[in-house]
Nanobody, 124 residues
Framework: QEKLVESGGGLVQPGGSLRLSCAAS????????IGWFRQAPGKGREFVAS????????NYSDSAKGRFTISRDNAKNTVSLQMNTLKPEDTAVYYC?????????????????WGQGTQVTVSS
């Protein structure tokens, strides 16, 4: 069964860091792009970052630019999102998703499979 599983969420103080991971099971990520999205309480799901199949092209939301870094490790079949200088407004459930054509889209409707999400809470 193909599955994406996010991990690494938790409670962190403002200014702190977290590293989220997205692990695939039942399929290989090598040819696929990955996107990270988030959904805060009472809000819609929004784009955070994406990486193409090769790992050479990335895209970030304005809020993530300069603070978050997306990367992939095909040997481990995982994609990571390093989040630094976290702010309370980063509090959300973070989801990873796969686009099987390998392009690093920003729109969630271009993604085919989704994980269950991991909670990130930034609070003092």
């Amino acid at each position: 069964q193909e599955k994406l599983v996010e991990s690494g969420g938790g409670l962190v103080q403002p200014g702190g860091s977290l590293r989220l991971s997205c692990a695939a099971s039942g399929f290989i990520l090598d040819d696929y792009s990955i996107g990270w999205f988030r959904q805060a309480p009472g809000k819609g799901r929004e784009f955070v970052a994406s990486i193409d199949w090769s790992g050479s092209r990335t895209n970030y939301s304005d809020s993530a630019k300069g603070r978050f870094t997306i990367s992939r490790d095909n040997a481990k079949n995982t994609v990571s999102l390093q989040m630094n200088t976290l702010k309370p407004e980063d509090t959300a459930v973070y989801y990873c998703a796969v686009a099987r054509d390998g392009y690093y889209y920003t729109h969630m409707d271009r993604y085919d499979s989704w994980g269950q999400g991991t909670q990130v809470t930034v609070s003092s």
